[in-house]
């Protein structure tokens, strides 16, 4: 049973640039959330994903936006991108109606601007 | 709005030591509380749970309480190896009428490197 993966794990960019990163659930998930881990850092959630549309959302900007498919797989896109936006982003699934609140995490793909 | 604060690292600690990584958390209403752990070069993975005041959760031979009053999550092991060097994250789930939001909190992390 494949968990949580994401893409790519490792990806450098510019300055201004954009920057799409890919998630695909664990099998039987349908809710998917996104965090960003800067390092020495706790993660901060981002964004959460169900039934195609944007459930809640952190405190992060509208440069940050997100899309759900209907296989449940989700990407996070970053526009404009800004030095400060280096960071690990982990994505997270879980069942929607999970009573404890568990996450099970991906590996994360790491974006480092320059 | 909510929030955890847990103890700065990095913990070194020798093999067979005894290990507490202090959380404490502020929150409205009633939250589950999470310890997770990333090995080096691994996801987030969850170590243990506790639901409501008063649980224990357990697992590998960790464990913590969930103290209600003193809004604590204090993570224990009675005796390290050094398979446990990780990072640990304290974390919360808010709860709603409607269950948990599935949205975590975290602490900023405590780095164990444990010496044999």
């Known amino acids: 049973d494949a968990g949580v993966t994401q893409s790519p794990t490792h990806l450098i960019k510019t300055r201004g640039q954009q920057v799409t990163l890919r998630c695909s659930p664990k099998?039987?998930?349908?809710?998917v959330s996104w965090y960003q881990q800067a390092l020495g850092q706790g993660p901060q959630f981002i964004f959460q994903?169900?039934?195609?549309?944007?459930?809640q959302r952190g405190n992060f900007p509208d440069r940050f936006s997100g899309h759900q498919f209907p296989n449940y797989s989700s990407e996070l896109n970053v526009n404009a991108l800004l030095l400060g936006d280096s960071a690990l982003y982990l994505c997270?699934?879980?069942?929607?109606?999970?009573?404890?609140?568990?996450?099970?995490f991906g590996e994360g793909s790491r974006l480092t601007v320059l | 709005g909510d929030s955890v604060t847990q103890m700065e690292g990095p913990v070194t600690l020798s093999e067979e030591a005894f290990l507490t990584i202090n959380c404490t958390y502020t929150?409205?209403?009633?939250?589950?509380l999470f310890w997770y752990v990333q090995y080096p070069g691994e996801g987030l993975q969850l170590l243990l749970k506790?639901?409501?005041?008063?649980d224990k959760g357990s697992n590998k031979g960790f464990e913590a309480t969930y103290r209600k009053e003193t809004t604590s999550f204090h993570l224990e092991k009675g005796s390290v190896q050094v398979s446990d060097s990780a990072v640990y994250f304290c974390?919360?789930?808010?709860?709603?009428?409607?269950?948990?939001?599935?949205?975590?909190?975290f602490g900023q992390g405590t780095t164990l490197q444990v010496k044999p």
């Open positions: 997270a699934s879980s069942p929607d109606r999970v009573d404890t609140g568990e996450l099970f």
């Open positions: 099998s039987g998930h349908d809710t």
């Open positions: 994903y169900y039934e195609e549309e944007e459930r």
């Open positions: 929150a409205t209403g009633y939250p589950s």
């Open positions: 506790a639901t409501k005041a008063d």
């Open positions: 974390a919360l789930s808010g709860v709603t009428g409607s269950g948990n939001t599935g949205k975590l909190i």
